[in-house]
């Protein structure tokens, strides 16, 4: 299966901050999009989740040479502040989810083991989420996007403002899961992206563009990320 | 000094230029029109620039004048037991002690106090003493022309209401100089936006005694209002010293502004928290329903206070209005004719009576920040039959909630009717009951259709929407002219019904087509 983007833009007001996106994204892979503050990140994601209209272009999921188009249920977003409904507990969260979402939830288990799964404790079950921390808020989010299992997962600065041990869990997760799905992952903090994903893409002057990494050491390939990132000023 | 003086000026026009600016962007049709490098265009500038000068001389004079009308002169022709002059003299002599540590501006905190002393480091004092001597000055010139006017027409003498402005002046600065000395005295620097617990109370004795006494024909005689204006006039003059030559002018505004930007932040999230807390923690509220009926049925229960347990106890309060005025009937019959008229004619009225009474935009907010808000961030959520869905449920509820109250106010205007001497046509029973309850119907429709359609909030539930705040305004303006409708009951009644049909049966298909489409968090 494969991710492709073609001619994808968008622009406010005169700025155009997505040019003209041309990439193909393979399953299997955790793609790291790195791109200075305000490059566009979150636009694109924004615009791959349908979240606001693109100018122009399109997107769409490929296996053996057919296309389908990406529906709502084919992408989980994961944003970078936890956002869960404050009203419910996080069993009740569950519940409701997997109510909704009874006839696409495979290999369906019992809420507690989700919650196991997931190493939230049992007396946090039944709290409102409202009074659930920063990193539980996170892991409910990624728990619900996990169990809806969607081919394409898109992470937006998820690991950013997470304690080490949540991170860590969360990154042995990530690597666990990204079988049979694309996994793209934003963030600015290079050594997250080289430690987790296995492409690095640099979004940078509206165009997505990916760094090879083939024969370069650690040090030599930030360099040229680096590199290719301050272009952008001198442009 | 001019230089100083120039700078604070450029400054203050330079934000409250591009405030302008700002807000004319947030109107739909106009935000199109307006190019993106609108604070660079200069004539919008230019524009701008000359609101912000118009604003400027108005802000001295119109307040004063608004001030005058209603606080002195407009209560003060009530008193018809003494003098008009004595009346003046007395409420303002009261009225200037609570604006001398009320309105002191050197203890105000503002925004372009911050921006000027702690962003751009200008130096404190400097910036403090020529702001607050430009105040003092436009205080002075901004008086002088109302206490003559106003005050000779209420044969005040000339040389009274010359020495006025200069009173209040005085007020301000000997109240002042007193902060600055306790301050030096090692206590924590005056903020008038922060005023403790006695301090309201002084507040509150003092506009007691300026406008009780004088409707027991009871006012400070002049001999002794006249010496007091003199004592201060010359306490200001004495207070001028002090102020220019405090020292710790940089301090004080550290402190007061850290209290301002602290107020700021909360302020933000005051909405925000507001609407958390009303969330039930109530750990007995459970739900046998399923999928898209279990949360909503956990959304109204754990909000109760703002739901059910608000239109239960609006309808108790109309049950007890209800029963206070039919107990008015048995007591005073010959009131009986005046209702039953009114109950007649005034239909219009209680369209805004129903406007008033809707819970529909708390419910909006609150579905908004504490479900919406998150949930729209699953793709689930957002699939088109899931937002129908869950839109059904979710009016039936709030309509649900609505028509308690309506159902007592319908069936107590009915109630009263009959009551007051009742009417020849029997309809007029059944339009006053159907109609009240349908314009309940119509306000639950209304605020979930347009939330659904425009849905005003972003991710951090800042309200984005200029089309949202003016749909709300809209209804607020055609509701509050309703009360100026005289139309009899039966043909309002049913004309309201019929439009209610309409609208109901409009918004429905609107959202079955837009919805899916709008029901997005704004970016």
Same mark, same amino acid.
């Given at each position: 299966m494969q991710f492709v983007i073609e001619h994808l833009s968008k622009h406010f007001e005169k700025r155009e901050v997505l040019r003209d996106i041309n990439f193909t994204f393979t399953e299997g892979k955790i793609y790291g999009l790195l791109g200075r503050n305000g490059a566009g990140k979150t636009t694109l994601f924004n615009c791959l989740n349908r979240d606001i209209k693109t100018d122009g272009g399109q997107f769409f999921l490929e296996d053996n040479d057919a296309r389908r188009e990406v529906k709502a249920e084919n992408i989980g977003y994961v944003l970078s502040t936890p956002t869960v409904p404050?009203?419910?507990?996080g069993r009740e969260f569950l519940k409701f989810f997997l109510e909704i979402n009874a006839s696409s939830v495979q290999n369906l288990k019992t809420i507690d083991e989700y919650f196991d799964f997931m190493h939230i404790d049992p007396q946090d079950?039944?709290?409102?989420?409202?009074?659930?921390s920063h990193g539980m808020k996170n892991k409910m989010q990624m728990l619900v996007n996990i169990i809806a299992n969607p081919e394409i997962l898109l992470l937006d600065?998820?690991?950013?403002?997470?304690?080490v041990v949540v991170a860590e869990e969360m990154k042995q997760l990530l690597r666990s899961l990204k079988g049979g799905r694309i996994t793209i992952f934003s963030t600015h903090i290079m050594d997250l992206a080289l430690d987790l994903c296995d492409e690095i893409v640099l979004l940078h002057r509206g165009e997505l563009e990916a760094v090879d990494r083939t024969n370069l050491g650690d040090q030599s390939f930030k360099d040229r990320i680096l590199a290719a990132l301050r272009e952008e000023e001198d442009a | 000094m001019r230089k100083t003086l120039w700078i604070s000026f450029s400054l203050k026009n330079t934000y409250r230029v591009n405030g302008i600016l700002y807000s004319l962007k947030q109107i739909p049709l106009l935000k199109r029109l307006l190019p993106q490098a609108l604070y660079r265009v200069r004539g919008l500038k230019v524009f701008a620039n000359v609101l912000s000068g118009i604003w400027e001389v108005l802000s001295a004079f119109l307040g004063k004048f608004i001030y005058f009308i209603t606080m002195v002169i407009g209560i003060g022709v009530?008193?018809?037991?003494?003098a008009p002059g004595a009346v003046f003299l007395h409420i303002l002599l009261f009225l200037t002690a609570i604006g001398?540590?009320? %309105?002191?501006?050197?203890?105000n905190p503002t925004r372009d106090k911050y921006y000027a002393i702690?962003?751009?480091?200008?130096d404190a004092r400097a910036y403090t003493l020529i702001n607050y001597g430009y105040a003092i000055i436009k205080t002075i010139v901004g008086f002088l022309p109302f206490c003559i006017g106003f005050g000779l027409q209420k044969n005040v003498p000339l040389g009274v209401c010359l020495l006025l402005p200069f009173f209040v002046a005085g007020a301000k600065l000997t109240v002042s100089a007193v902060s600055l000395w306790r301050y030096e005295k090692g206590n924590r620097a005056y903020n008038? %936006?922060?005023?403790?617990k006695w301090q309201w109370l002084v507040v509150g004795a003092l506009l007691a005694a300026a406008y009780a006494p004088p409707a027991f024909g009871i006012t400070v005689p002049s001999f002794v209002i006249v010496p007091v204006m003199l004592l201060f006039v010359l306490t200001g003059a004495a207070a001028i010293p002090k102020i220019l030559n405090f020292a710790h002018y940089r301090a004080v505004q550290q402190q007061l502004l850290a209290q301002m930007l602290n107020q700021m932040d909360q302020a933000g999230n005051l909405a925000q928290q507001q609407t958390r807390k009303?969330?039930?923690?109530?750990?007995?509220i459970t739900s046998r329903k399923k999928g898209f009926a279990y949360l909503n049925d956990l959304f109204i229960k754990r909000h109760q206070k703002i739901l059910w347990k608000a239109s239960v106890r609006i309808a108790a309060v109309c049950l007890f209005l209800l029963a206070g005025l039919l107990l008015v009937f048995y007591l005073e019959p010959e009131i009986r004719t005046k209702i039953n008229g009114l109950l007649l004619t005034s239909l219009p009225y209680f369209v805004f009576i129903m406007y008033a009474l809707n819970r529909g935009t708390g419910f909006t907010r609150a579905l908004f920040i504490n479900?919406?808000?998150?949930?729209?961030?699953?793709?689930f959520y957002k699939q088109p039959q899931m937002v129908l869905q869950l839109f059904a449920i979710r009016l039936r509820e709030i309509i649900k909630i609505n028509l308690l109250p309506a159902a007592v106010i319908g069936g107590g205007l009915a109630v009263l009717l009959y009551a007051s001497g009742?009417?020849? %046509?029997?309809l007029h029973y059944l339009v006053l009951i159907v109609s009240i309850l349908c314009m309940s119907i119509f306000f639950s429709v209304h605020y979930l259709t347009i939330y659904y359609l425009?849905?005003?909030? %972003?991710a951090g539930t800042e309200m984005k929407s200029g089309t949202y705040q003016i749909v709300l305004s809209a209804t607020y303006i055609v509701c509050f002219c309703m009360m100026n409708l005289q139309m009899p009951t039966l043909l309002f009644g049913i004309l309201c019904i019929a439009f209610c049909v309409l609208y109901c049966c409009v918004a429905c298909v609107l959202i079955y087509r837009f919805a899916p489409k709008t029901f997005r968090l704004r970016s």
């Open positions: 404050e009203f419910l507990t079950r039944d709290k409102l989420l409202k009074d659930y600065e998820p690991l950013t403002s997470l304690d | 009530l008193y018809d037991r003494v001398a540590f009320l %309105n002191t501006h050197l203890f702690v962003l751009m480091r200008m008038e %936006n922060q005023l403790g009303t969330i039930s923690t109530d750990v007995r479900c919406d808000h998150s949930l729209l961030t699953y793709s009742g009417t020849d %046509n029997a425009l849905q005003p909030y %972003n």
